[in-house]
């Protein structure tokens, strides 16, 4: 038996088998192409090798790998750099009149073959990594970094090195037990997503991998941070104690299904949902949230490889907007950027992409794209129920742009007879600090606003979600934070308008009472949270919490005002 440490996204604990993720087995098709397709083939060359520099430009540039890993990632940007590398593989396509693939497998089998007859010690380490590069741009070209799912039962717990937000939602689909990576954070997109699944998570397990093999029995204890290889038959049957035990609270949970979420001393809080994908509606439905808070759309945008249409776009809206009925669905426009990565919106490769092009940035600048998003929630608002959101939003400049445009789709669509709904209400995202700075301002320009807190923390205490190495400083409780959400929503209830926070502090317990104090209307969590935030609404005496405020708004540091809530 041994014990790694990590970090917990989500409480809980799973028992299972480990089914390690890892790269995919290749298969090349050999066949010749006429002489008429080199030219595609050649421009494919040039488009993937691109994407494959950026991506590990990114790489290179992410601290959380250690100095040594950066330098493997920058000695296979130079192998994709090398001249000769791009001459042999366009002269391979040209006179073999072979495929890209089978020109780069061709290529590098040859260099592989080569170093590993070198007697050289140093050398011959080059193997790994042509053998590592190959199998990068291969798996680029064939997009086959998508079907490694296919063999995982509904009793394992996968492991990986790490997981993008596309592919948490892809697991979403299988019937796992939980997830443990060796790197990654709890604040990144993915485990947000991860932690909507309601399933036990550990980050940031080092040496994981190094430790297990496929079927191997595991446990994640999601609530003090580790997991146990190889249990011993008592720590298991202990193990297996705590799991029916949590099981029996959560279906005590269930009976909160048809309770209000009205405070001890009567106030009634709207407790809403967050979605990432159309297919959490179910959820939605089942512990019946007062609505949809915050659907991140930007997830239609990601891992695939054209454009959602405005039709497409239109239905799924619909859809969702029908089923909710008589709640509402906020509706938060394209997100992209920053950890959400999208190869079809094109997005360069940056030195700080948090602070750079995401978001309403985004959408700003692709007028095309996001008209067709606006027209498509505006068609599909013929019920009345949709509501739309902009990330983002630094400070009423982007509102007056954005309202010009959604009068423009209007025009637009009146124009060609097509039937939409342009009673909706507006909000933006307060998750930047100038736009806390100039809430009063937002609020005037808008009809509602939303605390997006993951971004707010990110901003306010310059600390990188995505950075595991830094997230002792990531501190919801920071005086700073409590008094950003303060003067929000002062600024807010002064202009007549609501405010709900979307952001991870409206899903974790320790924080319910101390939001509601703060004068914040509605919370939008994971649906998995509702009901045991559910629960802490009901449990929560405002007035009684008030009496707190003062001292907690007065407080120097998070640690004053942990111990206070
Ligand atoms: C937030 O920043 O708190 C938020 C809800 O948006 P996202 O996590 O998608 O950035
Ligand atoms: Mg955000």
Redesign the pocket.
Known sequence: MKKIKGNSVSSGVAIGKAKIIKKQELHIERKKIHRNEVKVELSRFKEDINFVIKELDKLIQDYTYSKENRDILESHKMILQDPEFKNRISKLISDELITLEQAINTYFNEAIDIFSSMSNKYLSHKVNDFEDVAYRLLSHIMDERKDVLEDVDDNSILIMENISPSFVTKVFEKNIQGLCTERGSRNS?SS?IARSMNLPMLVNTLGLLGNINDGVDLIIDGNNDYVIISPTKSVLEKYKAIYKEEQNVRKGLLKLIDVESITKDGKKINLMSNIEIPQEIDQVLKYKSAGIG?F?TEFLFIDREDLPTEEEQYEIYKNIAEQSLPNSVIIRTI?VGGDKLSNILNIAYEENPNLGYRGIRISLQNIPIFKQQIKAILRANMNGNIKIMF?MISGVNELHKVKEIIELCCDELSTAGIPYNADMEIGAMI?IPSAVITSDSIAEECDFLSI?????IQYTLAVDRDNQSISDYYKPTHPSIIRSIKLTVDNAHKMGKKVAV???MASEIKYVKLLLALGVDELSVSPGRLLIIKKEIIDCDIAEMKTKLDKILTCKTSKEINKLI
Not at 452 to 456: E, I, M, R, S
């Open positions: 997109h947000i915050l991140r997100d990330p998750e997006g807190t993951n971004d707010l979307c952001g991870e």
